[in-house]
């Protein structure tokens, strides 16, 4: 699983042979520039993932219902739900939270959407928290943390995220479950993985969690090609006869 928010970076994700693109809230961050999750709103998790699904042809498509559109009361996340589905052509959601949003998610799989849950670190309630550090590293956070999981798969989750928890723990958990685990930063026991594209491919510089592995360094890439490009207009050499009518 990686994650996309535009036509152009999912079509390369999807023809790569990705199985699952997620229109993460991570957007955010990556597209916005906000300092965390919380301020996107659902219109715009449906902008972009209305700009993923035209691109995506194989792939399984995941949205992540904001901050806000789910946490109230569950007719609303249901609202939520239908409104991602019918505007965007998605074929499943996220949501955060273990106990606190297995009401929400029953509501909307009682209507036929597909639910993903999300344990461990999550996001949305980083203000609840202070801090990105691991979860679930003392007992009684791991016992809730498995106690969740059995919930989300029998309120009907189709899967869970398992973010920054321990290995070991992600381990367990995986093994009790008889819906896959997705991890980020929980091992390598998961059943799959799952990490911020723009991290993957070294597009963001100013975040380096212990979890993520660059693939590349395309924010020096395209550095280097912007400024050989724009030495090229200043010194007259683009655009040449070649690209001239």
């Known amino acids: 699983m990686l994650t996309a928010y535009d036509y152009t970076l999912a079509r390369i994700?999807?023809?790569?042979?990705?199985?699952?693109?997620?229109?993460?809230?991570?957007?955010?961050?990556?597209?916005?520039?906000?300092?965390?999750?919380?301020?996107?709103?659902?219109d715009h998790m449906i902008y972009h993932a209305q700009c993923v699904v035209r691109a995506v042809k194989r792939a399984l498509v995941i949205v992540d219902l904001p901050f806000g559109s789910y946490q109230s009361?569950?007719?609303?996340a249901l609202h939520s739900?239908?409104?991602?589905?019918?505007?965007t052509g998605a074929h499943a959601v996220k949501v955060e939270g273990g106990s606190q949003s297995a009401q929400a998610a029953e509501r909307i799989l009682e209507a036929g959407?597909?639910?993903?849950?999300?344990?461990?670190?999550?996001?949305?309630?980083?203000?609840?928290?202070?801090?990105?550090?691991?979860?679930?590293?003392?007992?009684?956070e791991a016992a809730r943390l498995r106690a969740?999981?059995?919930?989300?798969?029998?309120?009907?989750?189709?899967?869970?995220?398992?973010?920054?928890i321990p290995a070991r723990l992600a381990e367990e958990v995986t093994a009790s479950l008889?819906?896959?685990?997705?991890?980020?930063?929980?091992?390598?026991?998961?059943?799959?993985?799952?990490l911020v594209t723009h991290d993957a491919l070294g597009?963001?510089?100013?975040?380096s969690p212990r979890f993520v592995r660059r693939y590349a360094s395309l924010a020096e890439t395209i550095t280097?090609?912007?400024?050989?490009?724009?030495?090229?207009?200043?010194?007259?050499?683009?655009?040449?006869?070649s690209e001239s009518y």
Do not use: W
């Open 13 to 42: 994700i999807d023809a790569a042979g990705t199985d699952v693109i997620l229109v993460g809230d991570s957007a955010s961050n990556v597209m916005a520039g906000h300092e965390t999750t919380l301020p996107i709103t659902l």
């Open 224 to 241: 280097q090609c912007v400024r050989a490009y724009a030495d090229d207009v200043r010194e007259r050499r683009f655009p040449g006869a």
């Open 203 to 207: 597009l963001t510089t100013d975040f």
């Open 113 to 140: 959407i597909p639910v993903m849950g999300h344990l461990g670190l999550t996001p949305q309630s980083i203000y609840r928290f202070g801090t990105y550090k691991v979860r679930a590293r003392e007992e009684e």
């Open 73 to 76: 009361d569950s007719r609303k």
């Open 148 to 164: 969740d999981a059995r919930l989300l798969e029998r309120t009907g989750c189709f899967g869970v995220v398992l973010e920054k």
């Open 178 to 194: 008889s819906i896959p685990t997705i991890g980020i930063g929980a091992g390598r026991a998961c059943d799959g993985q799952v």
């Open 81 to 87: 739900a239908i409104r991602v589905m019918k505007e």
